[in-house]
């Protein structure tokens, strides 16, 4: 009888392809590492479908994925750590996710689609991703993506738990939480409610008392997603980072509810698309 959890490591990248491969090459680092038992460690730079084949052959109870995923809007180096939210987009987009990895295209976002849409992914998944920066063939990593490594195996260690698993659900449970938190802030700022809010302001929305949803609001802000507000203790907005990551998290959400992006307007040339800023947005009176 197994004691723990049946939990899944796996770095998901382009060997060879500078700093797309942090994935495999931090997996590189943690093979012949002591972990406790029933946790694994894997390459998963291969065809999704395989992926999905032994998956459901034997599968796992927890999965914690790495990879270096351009997305655009965040620096170079910077590291993030979320909990995927499990919805799945429109059936044509999944439809297209499938053939790509029928022809062995790899990719964090289509792992995560094509295992969730074929029923192997579990409900405790993990994920941990660098905005990457030379994604040119060669071997070796950028600078700044180089020096992610160390903070990432940190993650990961922290992620699969040094104690018991009623500790690591609660990790995980409170990494939901300052998801959610994220997609709150996006969505009052988006209509014009609250620009900043204090933890009081969050009881409505997010579960736990003030002192937890402090507590979430300071790790936010340390991982660069918040920024204090003026001089007044205990108030936050979110940064330019904060509002890309609860920008996506939210659309991600709701995206089969909604029409056009939350917070913009039907001008698709405008700046609030790309940016997610509504204040940036020149047409939502004209619009409206």
Request: with cysteine.
């Amino acid at each position: 009888m197994r004691t723990r959890p049946r939990t899944l490591i796996g770095g998901v990248g382009y060997r060879y392809t500078r700093d797309l491969a942090f994935g495999p090459l931090l997996i590189d680092r943690l093979r012949g590492a002591p972990w406790l038992d029933g946790i694994e460690v894997e390459d998963l730079s291969y065809a999704p479908i395989a992926i999905v084949q032994r998956w459901q052959e034997s599968p796992y109870d927890r999965i914690v994925l790495v990879s270096a995923v351009p997305r655009g809007f965040r620096l170079v180096g910077t590291l993030c750590r979320y909990c995927p939210t499990g919805i799945l987009p429109d059936p044509d987009e999944i439809q297209d996710r499938v053939g790509e990895a029928l022809t062995g295209i790899v990719s964090l976002d289509n792992l995560l689609i094509v295992t969730k849409n074929f029923g192997v992914l579990p409900r405790e998944v993990e994920v941990i991703e660098v905005e990457p920066d030379d994604l040119e063939w060669g071997d070796g990593l950028s600078t700044r993506v180089s020096e992610a490594m160390g903070p990432a195996i940190e993650m990961v260690r922290d992620a699969v738990g040094q104690g018991s698993t009623d500790g690591d659900a609660a990790a995980i449970e409170a990494l939901r939480q300052r998801d959610e938190i994220l997609q709150v802030l996006f969505w009052l700022e988006g209509e014009g409610l609250a620009p900043d809010v204090r933890a009081a302001n969050l009881h409505p929305f997010i579960e736990g008392g003030e002192v937890a949803i402090t507590a979430h609001l300071e790790t936010l802000k340390r991982q660069g997603y918040l920024e204090p507000t003026g001089n007044e203790p205990g108030r936050y907005r979110l940064s330019v980072v904060g509002r890309s990551e609860g920008r996506r998290r939210f659309t991600e959400e709701f995206a089969p509810l909604l029409r056009q992006g939350h917070g913009e307007c039907n001008d698709p040339s405008c700046e609030c698309h790309t940016t997610g800023d509504p204040a940036a947005c020149t047409r939502r009176g004209a619009d409206g």
